[in-house]
């Protein structure tokens, strides 16, 4: 995590209150924290279901960059599984790079709440690509 921020400066990751935590390069696991908005509640004062699949797709898009050796990602699929309603505050995901191959990488997360709760997971499908500034997406002619 060398060359990481500690927060990210983008701004899905600025609204979600994004940091980075950890990234184990062995299993190529990323850890962030995010500090959900009250923009972000339902009716219930509770965290919006939808929601939760950015701070998932947030560390899994990490997982990836990490494990990638610095590329980006695009999420081809996300599948979600609600398990419990999630308190507005800090919530914490870990992400794992599961499989990379040439261009589509699979990544797993998991969101904790702030007692350590498992709230949701979540499984991706995603595209490695270059930066926007840096040429075609990797591996298209």
């Known amino acids: 995590m060398d ?3 500690t927060e990210p400066h983008w701004p899905s990751a600025r609204t979600m209150g994004a940091k980075f935590v950890g990234y184990d390069a062995e299993s190529h696991t990323a850890r962030m924290a995010f500090d959900l908005p009250e923009s972000f509640a339902n009716m219930r004062g509770t965290v919006q279901g939808g929601l ?13 960059f990490l494990s990638s050796g610095g590329k980006l990602q695009l999420s081809l699929d996300i599948n979600l599984s ?8 800090q919530v914490t995901v870990t992400a794992r ?13 998991e969101l904790f709440d702030a007692e ?12 490695t690509t270059e930066w926007p500034d840096r040429g075609k997406v990797e591996g298209d002619g």
């Open 52 to 64: 939760l699949a950015g701070p998932l797709d947030e560390a899994m898009g990490a997982a990836v």
């Open 97 to 109: 790079a599961v499989k990379g191959g040439r261009r589509v990488t699979f990544v797993e997360g």
């Open 3 to 5: 060359n990481l921020p």
């Open 82 to 89: 609600l398990l419990r309603p999630v308190p507005l505050g």
């Open 116 to 127: 350590g709760k498992l709230c949701a997971r979540a499984t991706a499908t995603t595209m």
